[in-house]
């Protein structure tokens, strides 16, 4: 069975802070792994993944995450924050060999940053 | 290319009615998934669709729920006799036949049960 934690629900930074946002996963095999961005009254929208190859990953928007094994996690970073990425974020993962688009989602952490 | 559209984006439902969900995928994409999004709550899978198939339905609630994807027309999702906790946003996402691409997810439909 997979599961998500996402560590904190709401995080808030100053602008040009760094952002750290943290999920962790429980899987018996490591899964493939997601964070999404989800804007007021928006839908979904990708923001990087990772399924094999290099473990540090660069997404859309300056935001890159890392895949370490050992820790199950997936945390994602972005050096400087800005006023714009104020959203919901949600990691998630999908078990190796499913469909992509079958995810288990954690609770998400609601970004704020202040001017 | 369009994204995957919802309709209708806000739905108001009394308790008792019927609420039907509407989407329509990606062009090309042939694979359909609904997740339903309770307040303070990440999203939870409810159905995986193919055209003319459900392949998962291990999210769904035992009643009242259904999904259908035809094989013309856009994927429905149907709650029956709506109650005050089906009130939620209703997501669905779309993908091509390809296992290794990611999903795409349209804007939603919030349903709102009086």
């Known amino acids: 069975a997979q599961s998500v934690t996402q560590l904190g629900s709401h995080v808030s930074v100053s602008e040009g802070a760094l952002v750290l946002l943290r999920c962790n996963y429980s899987?018996?095999?490591?899964?493939?792994l997601f964070w999404y961005v989800q804007y007021p009254n928006q839908g979904l929208q990708l923001l990087l993944k990772y399924t094999t190859g290099a473990t540090l990953v660069k997404g859309i928007n300056g935001f890159e995450a890392e895949f370490k094994k050992s820790e199950t996690s997936f945390h994602l970073t972005k050096p400087s924050a800005h006023m714009s990425d104020a959203a919901e974020y949600f990691c998630?993962?999908?078990?190796?060999?499913?469909?992509?688009?079958?995810?288990?989602f954690g609770r998400g952490t609601q970004l704020t940053v202040w001017p | 290319n369009a994204g995957v559209m919802q309709n209708p984006r806000h739905l108001v439902r009394r308790r008792g009615q019927e609420a039907r969900l509407r989407c329509s995928p990606m062009?090309?994409?042939?694979?359909v998934y609904w997740y339903r999004q309770l307040p303070e709550e990440g999203l939870k899978f409810m159905v995986y669709?193919?055209?003319?198939?459900?392949?998962?339905e291990s999210g769904m609630p035992k009643e009242r729920f259904s999904a259908e994807f035809p094989k013309e027309g856009p994927s429905i999702l149907r709650i029956q006799q709506v109650v005050r906790g089906d009130s939620a946003a209703y997501f669905c996402?779309?993908?091509?036949?390809?296992?290794?691409?990611?999903?795409?997810f349209g804007q939603g439909t919030r349903l709102t049960v009086v």
């Open positions: 669709l193919q055209k003319e198939n459900i392949i998962d």
């Open positions: 998630a993962v999908s078990a190796r060999g499913s469909t992509l688009g079958r995810l288990y």
């Open positions: 062009k090309g994409h042939s694979h």
């Open positions: 899987s018996s095999v490591p899964p493939y």
């Open positions: 996402a779309s993908s091509p036949p390809s296992i290794d691409t990611e999903a795409f």
